[in-house]
T-cell receptor, first 112, second 116 residues
């Protein structure tokens, strides 16, 4: 079967670094997405990993280990505006299309 | 305007009524998707479409109908709304994943539907 897990909530301090973990189990896998979602808004794309290793994009980095079914999103120099839900999703390319399976999201609260 | 738009933004309907949620994209993306988002469940796929006139069920299709007569539009219809369909609905589109890694998945702003 398919399963994807991430912590429900995390709290961190402004200016600090936080790591949000995601583990998944799936028989098919073509890549992993991270999205940010502010309350009442649509998910917005943060990163996409298809190969093992670290992808860095400004204050955000995402890591993937396909053999371990594990990814993390690293947020540096946290700002108050980073308070949001962070969604992990794995991506499967099938004959009928390309589908994302999402975790339930990690609600990050950034405090002063 | 370019992008992906959903309408209405908010909708309240009564149990048993038919309601249609609209989704329009201007990128000519091949693939379009409908997700619902509920507390504790995250985003779950309802239906998806690989091209005009090609649709398929996702994880939670019961009670929903879709059509795609034109590439740019992908309406979602609740044939007889139930309270359990109260949710936030997101439409998404992506281009062919063979052209762009990950397909450039992009979401619309969402429709918040309440069934009373």
């Amino acid at each position: 079967g398919q399963n994807i897990d991430q912590p429900t909530e995390m709290t961190a301090t402004e200016g600090a670094i936080v790591q949000i973990n995601c583990t998944y189990q799936t028989s098919g896998f073509n890549g992993l997405f991270w999205y940010q979602q502010h309350a009442g808004e649509a998910p917005t794309f943060l990163s996409y990993n298809v190969l093992d290793g670290l992808e860095e994009k400004g204050r955000f980095s995402s890591f993937l280990s396909r053999s371990k079914g594990y990814s993390y999103l690293l947020l540096k120099e946290l700002q108050m505006k980073d308070s949001a839900s962070y969604l992990c999703a794995f991506y499967i390319l099938t004959g009928g299309g390309n589908k994302l399976t999402f975790g339930t999201g990690t609600q990050l609260k950034v405090e002063l | 305007d370019a992008g992906i738009t959903q309408s209405p933004r908010y909708k309240i309907t009564e149990t048993g009524r038919q309601v249609t949620l609209m989704c329009h994209q201007t990128w000519s993306h091949s693939y379009m998707f409908w997700y619902r988002q509920d507390l504790g469940h995250g985003l779950r796929l309802i239906y998806y479409s690989a091209a005009a006139d090609i649709t398929d069920k996702g994880e939670v299709p019961d009670g929903y109908v879709v059509s795609r007569s034109k590439t740019e539009n992908f309406p979602l219809t609740l044939e007889s709304a139930t309270r359990s369909q109260t949710s936030v609905y997101f439409c998404a589109s992506s281009e062919s994943p063979y052209r762009t890694p990950g397909g450039g998945y992009t979401f619309g702003s969402g429709t918040r539907l309440t069934v009373v």
